[in-house]
């Protein structure tokens, strides 16, 4: 009888296919500190994996994830720099960072390496979760 | 094993059923709703389990010793079945990153069903060990979020979502499995553990994604996880928070699945292979079809089938009980005899004037 069941669930698993990815923990790559910034083409972002750019946020993050080397992580992400606030409500409702990531605003986008532990020393009053709550506050204001 | 062990597995059980709605619902009414919902599911799981201790047998023979009963009972069954299907795609919820469904709650059904099949001791035994996990997990995650909740956060407030509500009822499920005389143990504690997990969840919701975000995430909880910082560093918990809904399906899917076995033994003398067959099929099917009804009349369904209807069901042979109870002690004490004189002296008296 247990057999049954064992070939119901495979039977299941090959109908339906798994709903998870496989990962090679060799080729994981978490991003600490994403940097956006508009650029002529749309949208510009700089991780310590590398840079891509795309029509937007999305797009962008797609194009990120095509080009590196292994499988990239957004919501291990700490830091979030901003150059120009118009991109915050895209991002945030993305969904693509974890609340608790801090936002930070600058002027240009800069050298990733060491700013995650830069940044780690001069923490944010804002996060993503506070940005989002301030966003839906407008939507319904 | 002892009335009081069994009685403690069963509230165990009740209590793992009862993180789904706990943890996958209830926060996205914020933290107030979530606590008075959750008391409101307390009080009358208290009500039912004082019933039941007076009463001798267990809720689906009391129910069978009516032709009305028994149409209530069957009618329990086709909802029990749908209510597998809707569960069980709920269940798909606890991985938002994923395609999950249908897989996983076509599989964890199956599963379930497995259990079940064993009959409803191993359904109970199974949500005794897991109570231990969700316990020790929920601790630590709800333990390590609250330092870094926003107390602004937490004001009093949130909208009611009045088809959630009926969704607290979902331990009374448990009340089907119960057989012989009413259950021991204490009760107390475990119901309150249940409203503390339910106002916890909420609290710990609220105050890492905010109220009005809670409400529109389709889990929030499980977002709410992904900021929970140990020791300071941010830790990936969120897939334990999935596997841990998981389990909590599984304990809820098992428990109706037994439920069905229970009621089906009313009617069929060998239930078992039928029930397990019947269990997936119909249940599998409405992970569909759950799809669309709609949330009102799942709403009021929870609230017949899990709620008025075990409890006047109890209520009815409770009082009966008492009848008989109180017939006894008078026919035993002679006292009977006695009133049975005087009545009739009473009769004569007023039949002479």
């Not at chain 1, 247990?2 to 990962?23: D, H």
């Not at chain 1, 002529?40 to 994830?65: C, F, K, P, Q, Y």
């Not at chain 2, 199956?110 to 997990?137: E, H, M, P, W």
Request: charged share 15%; aromatic share 10%.
């Amino acid at each position: 009888m247990k057999w049954a069941y064992i070939l119901a669930a495979v039977g299941l698993t090959v109908a339906f296919g798994l709903p998870f990815r496989e990962y090679n923990t060799e080729k994981l790559l978490p991003v600490r500190t994403v940097q956006a910034a508009r650029s002529g083409s749309g949208v510009r972002i700089v991780t310590e994996i590398g840079a891509a750019e795309g029509a937007d946020w999305r797009a962008a993050v797609a194009n990120l994830r095509k080009s590196a080397s292994g499988d990239v992580f957004f919501d291990t992400a700490e830091q979030l720099v901003v150059c120009g606030p118009s991109l915050l409500p895209e991002i945030v409702q993305s969904g693509e960072l974890r609340p608790s990531a801090q936002v930070y605003y600058a002027d240009k986008l800069t050298d990733p390496e060491g700013l995650n532990e830069y940044l780690s020393a001069h923490g944010s009053d804002r996060t993503v979760a506070d940005v989002r709550y301030a966003l839906l506050g407008e939507e319904e204001r | 094993m002892t009335r009081d062990a069994e009685a403690r597995q069963r509230y165990a059980l009740g209590f793992s059923a009862f993180t789904v709605p706990a943890i996958l619902l209830l926060p996205r009414t914020g933290w107030l709703w979530a606590a008075s919902f959750a008391a409101a599911g307390a009080a009358a799981l208290a009500a039912m389990i004082y019933l039941r201790r007076r009463t001798a047998k267990g809720l689906v023979r009391l129910a069978a010793e009516t032709a009305a009963g028994k149409g209530a009972l069957l009618a329990a069954l086709l909802w029990n079945g749908l209510m597998l299907g809707r569960i069980a795609a709920y269940l798909c919820r606890a991985y938002p990153s994923g395609s999950a469904f249908p897989l996983t709650g076509l599989l964890l059904l199956l599963l379930a069903v497995y259990a079940a099949r064993k009959g409803a001791g191993a359904v109970l035994r199974t949500g005794a060990i897991v109570f231990l996990f969700l316990i020790a997990f929920y601790v630590i995650i709800m333990g390590f979020s609250l330092p870094d909740l926003h107390l602004s956060w937490l004001k009093p407030g949130g909208k009611p979502r009045w088809t959630a509500l009926p969704a607290v009822l979902a331990p009374v499920c448990v009340l089907y499995l119960s057989e012989g005389e009413g259950a021991a143990g204490k009760p107390a504690l475990w119901l309150l553990g249940g409203v503390m997990l339910a106002l916890l969840a909420a609290l710990v919701t609220a105050g890492t994604v905010s109220p009005p975000v809670a409400a529109l995430e389709p889990f929030p909880f499980y977002t709410a996880a992904k900021s929970v910082k140990i020791l300071g560093a941010m830790e990936r918990l969120e897939p334990l928070v999935s596997a841990a809904l998981t389990a909590g399906g599984f304990c809820l899917l098992g428990t109706l699945c037994a439920a069905n076995g229970k009621i089906l033994s009313i009617f069929l003398p060998q239930p078992d292979r039928i029930a397990a067959l019947a269990n997936f099929l119909v249940g599998g099917g409405c992970v569909w079809l759950s799809g669309v009804v709609s949330e009102g009349v799942f709403a009021i369904g929870m609230t017949i089938f899990w709620g008025v209807f075990p409890f006047l069901t109890l209520l009815l042979a409770s009082r009966k009980n008492t009848r008989k109870f109180l017939k006894n002690v008078l026919t035993k004490s002679g006292l009977s005899d006695k009133i049975t004189e005087r009545v009739r002296g009473s009769k004569s008296k007023t039949k002479k004037t």
